[in-house]
């Protein structure tokens, strides 16, 4: 689905279906990697930034492209396209950061996420939104919160906790070291 067609699907919602639902619909950002429309939960996003320099830290899993000086803090930037097992991803002019929080409240982490492009912030209400496919996915499927179905189209949503897990990504830097 292109950009194009995810903002056609957002705004041929069925007006009297969507108003009464949606108090009780969420709002994800939805963003690109590559030809396919992504969303997470907005609760999770902290601020959207331009992508810039980055320093490169040693022995961490190929996915981590590396950090940044965000206001005095050090945020890890986790390249999407290849946390989900695909070539690294090439940097263009939409290309831009999404900083969110990640972790148990008390212990929350702050993450880059690298991807293509940043396309909107839509609403999606709980009855519209599938369980993870059993199969047929890009990606793997605990990575998947659910499909939200948006017009005739459905979104893949992450489920960010697991996609972007802290300890999953020490255990395979600390694997990387012992390769």
């Known amino acids: 689905m292109t950009h194009h067609q995810a903002l056609t699907a957002a705004s041929s919602l069925s007006p009297s279906g969507w108003d009464a639902s949606r108090q009780d619909a969420l709002q994800y950002l939805t963003f690109t990697l590559g030809d396919e429309v992504f969303a997470m939960d907005i609760r999770t996003v902290r ?3 331009q992508y810039g320099a980055m ?3 040693p022995l961490m899993p190929e996915f981590v492209r590396g950090i940044i000086n965000l206001r005095g803090a050090v945020v890890p930037v986790i390249d999407l396209q290849s946390r989900f097992g695909r070539p690294k991803a090439q940097i263009g002019k939409k290309t831009c950061v999404i900083i969110f929080d990640v ?4 212990d929350k982490v702050e ?3 690298l991807v293509d ?6 609403d999606i209400s709980p009855d519209a939104i599938e369980p993870p496919p059993q199969f047929g996915t890009s990606i793997q499927r605990e990575f998947i919160r659910g499909l939200g179905k948006v017009g005739a ?3 893949v949503i992450l489920e960010p906790e697991r996609a972007l897990n802290i300890d999953d990504m ?10």
């Open 170 to 179: 020490v255990a395979l830097a600390a694997q990387g070291q012992g390769a």
């Open 47 to 49: 601020e959207i930034i």
């Open 55 to 57: 320093t490169v830290v």
């Open 111 to 113: 993450l880059g996420l």
């Open 117 to 122: 492009a940043v396309s909107e912030v839509i």
């Open 103 to 106: 972790g148990a409240e008390g």
């Open 153 to 155: 189209d459905f979104i």
